[in-house]
C-alpha cells in the first residue's frame, strides 16, 4: 500500500529570548506552529493560513530556515513527513507578537517558551528541539537540512 509523503509547513516566530510553540493538551508534547501543504499551496501561503486558522491572526512569514525529514511511526501508524520552517517575522496587527496568543482550536494552545528551556521541553520532532536548543539560528537561505534516524512513537 503507498503511503503518501506528507509535506509541513512550520514557523519559527521569536520574542526577545522565547520561541512560539503549540502544545498538544491531550498529550502534552510541543511542535513548532503551522500544518499540512495542500496540493498546489506555495509553503508560505500555507504556514499563513495554518497560522490564521489556528490563531486567526494574520502573519508575515519571513525565510526559509531549516528543512527537516523525519520517518516516525505515530498511533501505530508509519509517517514520512518533510517539515520546511519558516522564520515567522510578524504575527497580528502589530510588531509586538501577543502573549499570550489566541488558539482557536480547543485541542491546541500556544506557549512561548524561553530557548534556555527547550533541552527539558518534550517538542517533536527531536531534531527541531536540538536546533532550537543550540540557538535555531542560522543565516535566512543558507538553512540546514535535518535527516533523522527513523524515530520511535509519538503520540
Known sequence: MHQPIETIARGLARSGSRVLLCKN????YHYLPGGHIE???????ALAREIQEETGLDCTVGPLLLTEEQIFTQ???KRHEITL???IEQI??????PDPMPS???HIEFVWVDLAAIPD???YPDSTRAWLASGGGVEPGEGPF?????AGNRH
Not at 25 to 28: A, L, Q, Y
Not at 39 to 45: K, L, M, S, V, Y
Open 25 to 28: 493538551i491531550k498529550h502534552g
Open 39 to 45: 496540493f498546489g499551496e506555495p509553503a508560505r501561503t
Open 75 to 77: 498511533n501505530g501508524k
Open 85 to 87: 520552517i519558516f522564520a
Open 92 to 97: 497580528g496587527s502589530t510588531t509586538v507578537m
Open 104 to 106: 482557536a482550536e480547543d
Open 121 to 123: 521541553t518534550v517538542l
Open 146 to 150: 535535518a535527516s533523522a534516524a527513523p
